[in-house]
């Protein structure tokens, strides 16, 4: 058998690779949001539909494929799902009507979240005990390029932007071609190794999901929020606020929001290992959670410069996730960490389908436009109150989990 220590940066690698593509074809609707407007004459109801239907079937179906990941090994869902994204971002390219550009993004978002379930369970089993937290780090850092790559693609692909809506998307195509082959390749080595084969089935039981402990339900509250902002916001509406509302060019918007990735690039990793390295999840967590509701602030109720506010949600989005995820592999067994993953993209998908729903049509209602900037006062306001809510059971989840984490640390646990 293969050692762990020979594979695991491999394994990382890969899964890294098969995020990248994946990131890029979820992020690739707010960059031609604009067009899709002008071209199509899509509403922004509509347009927030087509990241919020890619969320919708995960309410159910992401719990069910945590299960899956638990019961038949990350690497054969990692690869099963791959391949239902890239059929999905196929069909968001080709489709000849809005009907079937929002079908492709439901088949892409019924095979995407249960795929990053599947890869972050995929670095647990090569990392536990070892640097944990800078693993999955590293893993969203390289993801995140792939976002990065999308919202400098109207700069990096111009010539594409410039013949219309439909070739940017069929760059996406191409990224998430290169994310099935990843996975595929992710497969055969993983499957040689035995490291993470799946241990004897057990009977899923629904009443188990009651048994994580309250500090897992702050943890998974918090998920919802966050989530729901960060990918709502940045994924869907920055772009077309920072062009309307900021009085930016496509290309300056689209820039002006990699740069939350670009730093995450750097940043997520960094606070993976001091997370590992001075062991208090909690508190980063908590600071992390803390930022987000002060930079909706910024852009929405001062004249500051955007730099300032992308700094603030590029440090929030780097250290939030980067201290979650491996949060959450400490709070549950390791039989059930599929599951537990599984239950937390349920509850984010429904907030972020939400979300985006909710914040098209405020802005819909208020006649949120170039001519009308101060029609995104409505969604500024959803999105802030909704992160500062966040930043309340992050303390809960402090008071909590903090206090077994300082026990631990006083006992040399």
């Known amino acids: 058998m ?30 031609v949001a604009e067009l899709l407007q002008t ?69 892409f978002g019924i095979g995407a979240e249960t795929f990053n379930i599947s890869t972050l ?12 937290a800078f693993a999955i780090g590293m893993t969203l850092a390289i993801g995140r390029m792939g976002s990065y790559a999308a919202d400098m693609s109207p700069e990096w692909f111009a010539g594409a932007y410039a013949s ?23 497969w055969w080595v993983d499957k040689g190794t035995g490291v993470t084969a799946p241990p004897a089935a057990e009977k899923f039981v629904a009443r188990d999901l009651l048994r994580f402990g309250t500090a897992y339900w702050f943890l998974l509250i918090l998920c919802v929020l966050f989530y729901a902002v960060i990918l709502a916001f940045r994924s869907t509406f920055s772009i077309k606020y920072f062009q309307h509302a900021h009085g930016l060019t496509l290309a300056a918007a689209g820039a002006m929001n990699s740069y939350v990735f670009l730093a995450a690039i750097f940043a997520t990793p960094a606070f993976g290992w001091l997370s590992d390295r001075i ?64 239950l937390m993209f349920v509850v984010q998908n429904a907030g972020i389908a939400g979300a985006n729903l909710v914040a098209g049509w405020l802005n819909d209602r208020a006649g949120a436009s170039a001519a ?38 006083t006992h040399g646990g």
């Not at 899956?68 to 690869?79: K, N, P, W």
């Not at 369970?121 to 944990?132: D, I, T």
């Open 2 to 31: 293969v050692s762990i220590e020979r594979v695991a940066w491999v394994i990382l690698a890969l899964v890294s690779a098969a995020l990248f593509g994946n990131y890029y074809v979820y992020d690739s609707i707010g960059p």
């Open 39 to 107: 071209q199509r004459g899509f509403s922004d109801t509509q347009i927030g539909m087509l990241n919020a239907i890619y969320s919708l079937p995960n309410v159910v179906l992401v719990l069910v494929g945590g299960v899956l990941s638990d019961r038949f090994g990350a690497g054969r869902v990692t690869m099963w799902t791959a391949g239902i994204c890239l059929a999905g971002a196929a069909l968001t390219a080709w489709g000849p009507g809005y009907e079937w550009m929002a079908a492709g993004r439901l088949l």
């Open 121 to 132: 369970a995929a670095v647990v089993p090569y990392f536990a005990g070892r640097h944990l």
């Open 164 to 186: 219309g809506w439909q070739a940017p998307m069929v760059i996406a195509v191409l990224f998430a071609a290169s994310s099935f082959v990843a996975s595929v390749v992710y």
């Open 279 to 342: 062991g208090r999840y909690a508190p980063l967590l908590a600071f992390g959670a803390f930022l987000l509701p002060v930079s909706i602030a910024i852009m929405a109720a001062t004249d500051w410069s955007l730099w300032v506010a992308t700094a603030l949600v590029g440090v929030s989005y780097s250290l939030v996730p980067a201290v979650m995820w491996p949060l959450a592999s400490k709070l549950v067994a390791p039989e059930k960490i599929g599951t537990a993953l599984g």
């Open 372 to 409: 009308n900037p101060a029609g995104y006062l409505p969604m500024m306001w959803f999105f802030g109150v909704a992160s500062a809510a966040g930043f309340v059971f992050s303390v809960l989840l402090w008071r909590v989990a903090g206090r077994k984490e300082q026990e631990a640390i």
